[in-house]
Every structure is written in structure tokens, then in C-alpha cells.
């Protein structure tokens, strides 16, 4: 009885089985479908940039020297005239303090031999030769007094001999003092050059102060417009060389991106191609548009992260940036360059073809059975193919 028991047990066991499987078998299949649309396929490809300032202003040391002073900090932001560094100008003060004694000794020592105590007796002589000035002037007032009365017979002919006599006296005695004067002038005017030599000599100090002051004023480097600080070098105490970098002052909100792309690659770009940046983002990426602005003329040798030796091209690209999006000089961006598009095509994934009999072909769902499609591909990128005959438009494509 009881073996009885156990194979009718057996039996309904095994029954139970093979309902479960043969419903298993007979369940419709779970998949993930793709409705066929028209739509454009691209061929893109993707290269990292690096943001830069569009316009940087290097700050370099003129003449170097000790740095005493530094008002700013890497990251400031700073306004036109702002002083940005400070060098040490005490021994440039004193070159200039002793050029300028310098100066007054030359013009004290051209005053004494161009104008000595001869003045006084110049003065003197010039006091008389005024005198005789006037003497003749009395004189020859008198004597066409003394013609006019003569000529109407008023006076006496030895009155008119005198009157003459002495206006002759008085324009002999000035024509004398006007030659002393000349004589004392000559004799005490210096030798010929003294005056240029003393000239050449005054600009030449004059110039070599100028220059000492233009180099204290290179002492105090001001921000020639607003900016913020960047690539600060150097520390208050350090002494520096003539013409070294010592920070980079770049213009606010004003960036490019800069991106070396291969040169098999090149070729089919050309500027005003829009571009898409991508900015990586703990959760989710950014993206936002940008503009070719510049393709270098020539190629430069690049090492890739495998250690490849490339040669690339620099592409310049003008970024759209959103307001809720924070660029910074050095921030790395992928661009992403679109070298080829056609529109109004049915597109699949690669994933979805396989091969089928010396062709290609997909899995389609119809009537809500999945059957085999061979399928002519055309335009392809790296991850899709637009299909030209095959596939119409509102076809469920099986992606697993």
C-alpha cells in the first residue's frame, strides 16, 4: 500500500514539473524595442581642452631685484592702477640725488666762466655809453637851433662854428664809448665751445636722470586693467633677475579653450563649426555649445597618455558658457567635433546588426512575433548606422 502511495505521489510530482516548464516555455518574451523615426546621424569625435584666458597679461620684472612688497594674492581680483608688486628702488634714489648735485655743480661752474665779475664793469661802461648817448643828443638839438637862427641871420657865423664843433665832439665821444663797451665785452667772452660743452653736458645728466627715474618708476608694477591674479611666482623677500615672470593677470570672464586635434582629423574642421563642450560633473555632465575660432597653421609634436608621439594641430574654441556653469584657466573640457551629417535616415544601433547570409540583418518585432530582417546599411559612426533599405519608419528594432 504504501509503495503505491509513492508513485502515485511520483507521478503527480513529475506532472507538476513539466507544467512549470512547459508554461515557462510558452511565456512571452521580455525585450527592450526600439521604434524606428527618422532623425540625423552624425560622425563625432571627442578630444580634451584645456580653458585659458582669451586675454592674459604677463607681469614680468624689468630690472628684477628685491621684491619688498606684494599686495595681492593668487586668485584676487584686481581694478586698473591696483599695485601689484614692489621692488626695492633705495639705491636707484640715490644714484638720482647724486645726479641731480651733479647737475647743480655743472650749472654753478657754467655760471663762473660764462659770467664772472666782469658784469660790474660791463654796467659801468654801458652807464657811460648811455651818457654820451644823450650828450650828442643835446648837442645836435642845440645845433639845428643855432643852423635854423644862422640861415635868417640871427646869429653870429663863429656861434654856429661852435655849435657844430661840438656835436662833432659829442658823436666822437660816443662812437669811443661804444667801442670801450665792445672792447670789455670781448675780452671776457669765453673760449669757443664753452657754451655747447657746457649744454651736452647738462642733457647728458639731464638724460641719465630721466632714465634712473623710469627705472624707480618700473619699481611699482600696477595692474594695467581689472583681472584677476594667476601663476603667482615669487615671495615678498626673494630677489629676482631682470625680465622674469613673476604672475599672470588674466581678464575676467573671458575664456577660450584650447584643443589639439590630430591631423588625420583636422582636415574637416574649419572655424565658425559649432562644437559641443562637455564639462564632467559628480552626478551628471554639462554640456553647452562653443564656436571654432582658430586652427593653427602648423602641427606641433604631442605625447599621448600611452606615450604615442602625435602630431596634432591647435583648434581654438569660443565656449557659450551658461550662467550656472564656473570656468576657471586650467579647468579641462572634452569638445566633442562634428565632421559629417545626414538627416531624414532610419537609425539603429551597431549593437542591434549581426551577420545573415553574406549580408546583415536585425531582429524586428511584427504581430508581436521577433523575426530576422536583413537589412543595407549606409552612413555609420562609431555607434550607429543609418539604414537604407530593410527597415520603414515606425519598426520595433530589438536592442538585446
Known amino acids: 500500500m504504501k509503495k503505491k502511495w509513492k508513485w502515485i505521489a511520483g507521478v503527480v510530482l513529475a506532472i507538476a514539473i513539466i507544467s512549470t516548464i512547459a508554461a515557462q516555455g510558452f511565456r512571452p518574451l521580455q525585450l527592450e524595442l526600439l521604434k524606428i523615426e527618422k532623425r540625423s546621424i552624425a560622425k563625432n569625435f571627442v578630444e580634451e581642452g584645456v580653458v585659458v584666458s582669451s586675454s592674459e597679461y604677463p607681469v614680468s620684472s624689468v630690472l628684477g631685484g628685491k621684491v619688498i612688497r606684494i599686495p595681492v594674492k593668487e586668485g584676487q581680483t584686481v581694478k586698473k592702477g591696483d599695485v601689484l608688486i614692489q621692488f626695492d628702488s633705495t639705491e636707484l634714489a640715490f644714484q638720482a640725488q647724486q645726479l641731480q648735485a651733479q647737475l647743480k655743480s655743472t650749472a654753478g661752474e657754467e655760471a663762473k666762466v660764462l659770467k664772472d665779475s666782469y658784469l660790474t664793469d660791463v654796467a659801468k661802461q654801458e652807464a657811460v655809453l648811455e651818457q654820451a648817448k644823450r650828450s650828442r643828443d643835446a648837442a645836435k638839438n642845440t645845433f639845428d637851433r643855432i643852423n635854423t637862427l644862422y640861415q635868417a641871420g640871427a646869429v653870429s657865423e663863429a656861434e654856429y662854428e661852435t655849435a657844430r664843433d661840438s656835436l662833432a665832439d659829442a658823436e666822437n665821444n ?3 664809448e661804444a667801442a670801450a663797451l665792445e672792447a670789455l665785452r ?30 624707480i618708476d618700473q619699481c611699482t608694477i600696477t595692474a594695467p586693467s581689472e583681472g584677476t591674479i594667476a601663476q603667482l611666482s615669487v615671495k615678498e623677500g626673494e630677489v629676482v633677475s631682470p625680465n622674469s615672470p613673476v604672475m599672470t593677470l588674466l581678464q ?7 584643443v589639439f586635434v590630430l591631423t588625420e582629423d583636422v582636415d574637416d574642421l574649419k572655424t565658425g563649426d559649432k562644437v559641443t563642450l562637455i564639462q564632467d560633473k559628480l552626478y551628471n555632465d554639462v554640456t553647452f555649445p562653443g564656436t571654432i575660432t ?3 597653421p602648423s602641427a606641433e609634436e604631442k605625447t599621448s597618455t600611452l606615450g604615442l608621439v602625435e602630431q596634432r594641430v591647435k ?3 569660443l565656449p557659450e558658457v551658461p550662467d550656472d556653469v564656473n570656468l576657471r584657466p586650467g579647468y579641462a573640457l572634452d569638445v566633442q567635433f562634428k565632421t559629417a551629417e545626414e538627416n531624414d535616415r532610419l537609425v539603429v544601433p551597431k549593437t542591434t546588426v549581426f551577420p545573415f547570409e553574406n549580408g546583415e540583418a536585425v531582429w524586428v518585432v511584427r504581430n508581436g512575433k521577433a523575426q530576422i530582417q536583413p537589412i543595407e546599411k549606409g552612413f555609420e559612426n562609431e555607434t550607429e548606422v543609418a539604414v537604407t533599405k530593410g527597415l520603414q519608419e515606425g519598426d520595433f528594432v530589438i536592442l538585446d
Open 174 to 176: 660816443l662812437t669811443i
Open 186 to 215: 670781448a675780452q671776457h667772452k669765453p673760449g669757443a665751445g664753452t657754451a655747447q660743452y657746457y649744454t651736452g653736458l647738462k642733457e647728458s645728466l639731464q638724460a641719465q636722470l630721466a632714465r634712473i627715474e623710469y627705472q
Open 252 to 258: 575676467k570672464d573671458l575664456f577660450e579653450v584650447e
Open 294 to 296: 582658430g586652427i593653427a
Open 315 to 317: 583648434v581654438t574654441v
